[in-house]
Structure formats: structure tokens, C-alpha cells
């Protein structure tokens, strides 16, 4: 259980409790350490970013303290740092 990360799905019920529709892309992007979740073209207030975080708190409690919801230029990003070492991360040979 403690391994769970958010997932378009999550993040989709999230906004439609907050009151707000889906946007039009959502990708995972996996590019960083951890993770980071794109919300193309998607803009949302401060508030709405806050009650976002609080909710994937809840949800996700193992990644409390390492998630955040920011704006980056014209989208929303949701990120999360990931606790586990990937083999290419690893330099122990």
C-alpha cells in the first residue's frame, strides 16, 4: 500500500468534487525523480490548488510531505517525490 502514487484517475474526481472540468490532456511525465503529472492548457486558482493538495493528502498519506500542486506557464502540475531507488539510480557496482 505504501507504494500507491495519483493517477489521472484520482485527479480527475478530484477536480469534478471541486466543481471543476477536466482538462483537455493529462500526461504523466516521468522525466524527473519521483513523479510529475501535467494538466496541459489548465489553469487553476490558488485555492483550488491548495483544496487539491489537501485531497490527494488524504488519499495518498505516504506522499504527503513530497506533494505538491503548482502552476507552471499555462498548466498545472502535480508532483510527488518517490521514496524507491530505480536501477539506473543505483551506483553500488
Do not use: C
Request: proline share 4%.
Amino acid at each position: 500500500m505504501n507504494n500507491l502514487k495519483p493517477t489521472q484517475r484520482e485527479v480527475k474526481v478530484i477536480l469534478a468534487s471541486i466543481g471543476l472540468k477536466e482538462p483537455f490532456k493529462i500526461w504523466n511525465d516521468k522525466r524527473v525523480n519521483g513523479g510529475r503529472m501535467k494538466l496541459w492548457n489548465f489553469q487553476m486558482s490558488i485555492g483550488d490548488m491548495s483544496r487539491m493538495r489537501v485531497m490527494l493528502q488524504q488519499l495518498f498519506p505516504n506522499l504527503s510531505e513530497d506533494l505538491t500542486v503548482e502552476r507552471y506557464r499555462t498548466s498545472t502540475v502535480v508532483k510527488w517525490k518517490n521514496e524507491e531507488i530505480l536501477p539506473s539510480q543505483r551506483h553500488d557496482w
